[in-house]
T-cell receptor
Framework: AQSVSQHNHHVILSEAASLELGCNYS??????LFWYVQYPGQHLQLLLK??????LVKGIKGFEAEFIKSKFSFNLRKPSVQWSDTAEYFC??????????FGGGTRLMVKP | EAGVTQFPSHSVIEKGQTVTLRCDPI?????LYWYRRVMGKEIKFLLH????????ESGMPNNRFLAERTGGTYSTLKVQPAELEDSGVYFC???????????????FGEGSRLTVL
């Protein structure tokens, strides 16, 4: 069955540190890949999406993600985090129909 | 533009009772989805409407769950009778385009937290 793995459940960083959150998926066919973020008390919102083309995708708030097909990965990165990046981050895959399969989420805490 | 709204934001009920969750999608979005997150685990797909028709209900856990979208506007998700394992956060989302096109994106509501005692 299709699955998405986020290896880090909790990450704590200091401001200005670099961030990389791992995401691996198990589906072997054509996929569309998403990163969503949920800030405290808010709704899930889209950070970025890979559809096709350039495997390096740039999103909002300085985030980017790289699609590596050979590794079935779509890791999220940000060179310098801010306190306001404290949130839960979700990787998701669309491989079939109109369904998203989500990873378990990564809680990021950025210390000021 | 108003986003996806869900009601109630939090519901606490006893095992065996009934709860109805409501979702109002973004105006003009034909696609409406229900997802659920139980106990901090993965957010899991429940079902997908296109207008008033159920396109995919493969994620519905059992027949205690009933989703409707009369008239193709708002949707309700009823749990009857509720069990302890139904506790979690129920997310509604809507989209204008399908997810498998470049512009496809889900817009989520803030979720309805259900606690079954």
């Amino acid at each position: 069955a299709q699955s998405v793995s986020q290896h880090n459940h909790h990450v704590i960083l200091s401001e200005a540190a670099s961030l990389e959150l791992g995401c691996n998926y198990s589906y072997g066919g054509t996929v569309n890949l998403f990163w969503y973020v949920q800030y405290p008390g808010q709704h899930l919102q889209l950070l970025l999406k890979y559809f096709s083309g350039d495997p390096l995708v740039k999103g909002i708030k300085g985030f980017e993600a790289e699609f590596i097909k050979s590794k079935f990965s779509f890791n999220l990165r940000k060179p310098s985090v801010q306190w306001s990046d404290t949130a839960e981050y979700f990787c998701a895959v669309n491989a079939k129909g109109n369904m998203l399969t989500f990873g378990g989420g990564t809680r990021l805490m950025v210390k000021p | 533009e108003a986003g996806v709204t869900q009601f109630p934001s939090h519901s606490v009920i006893e095992k065996g009772q009934t709860v109805t969750l409501r979702c109002d999608p973004i105006s003009g979005h034909d696609n409406l989805y229900w997802y659920r997150r139980v106990m901090g685990k993965e957010i899991k797909f429940l079902l997908h409407f296109v207008k008033e028709s159920k396109q995919d209900e493969s994620g519905m856990p059992n027949n205690r769950f009933l989703a409707e979208r009369t008239g193709g506007t708002y949707s309700t998700l009823k749990v009857q009778p509720a069990e302890l394992e139904d506790s979690g956060v129920y997310f509604c989302a809507s989209s204008q385009d399908s997810l498998y096109v470049r512009t496809g994106e889900l817009f989520f509501g803030e979720g309805s937290r259900l606690t079954v005692l």
